[in-house]
Nanobody, 129 residues
């Protein structure tokens, strides 16, 4: 049984930083692709970032240059460092894990919800102006 649990969310002022964590259990971490998504009230869930088993990354245009995804394979933990936060970053943030798909090798291939098989419950990030 795969289980993902996010933490690290909270309230911060515009320009501030937060670091989200996603602790995973129940599977062999190193083969999978990992991702971060977010959903603001009244909006669809959107892709934030992905990271591959070898550390390659991809980012959505709205967060590129401000957010950094990383992973600690030894501890089965995924991170999202968020800097220069803006009020429009306010959302519930979810981590996700996807099985590798034959022929699709690279984090930038994993950016749709259907590319991921397991999801956490989310952690709220609120950025005030």
């Amino acid at each position: 049984q795969v289980h993902l649990m996010e933490s690290g969310g909270g309230s911060v002022q515009s320009g501030g930083s937060l670091r989200l964590s996603c602790a995973a259990s129940g599977y062999t971490y190193y083969r999978h692709y990992r991702g971060w998504f977010r959903q603001a009230p009244g909006k669809e869930r959107e892709w934030v970032a992905s990271i591959g088993p070898h550390g390659d990354t991809g980012y959505g245009d709205l967060v590129k240059g401000r957010f950094t995804a990383s992973q600690d394979n030894a501890n089965n933990t995924l991170y999202l460092q968020m800097n220069k936060l803006k009020p429009e970053d306010t959302a519930m943030y979810y981590c996700a894990v996807g099985l590798p798909r034959p022929g699709y090798y690279g984090a930038t291939y994993y950016l749709r919800e259907e590319d991921f098989d397991y999801w956490g419950q989310g952690t709220q990030v609120t950025v005030s102006s």
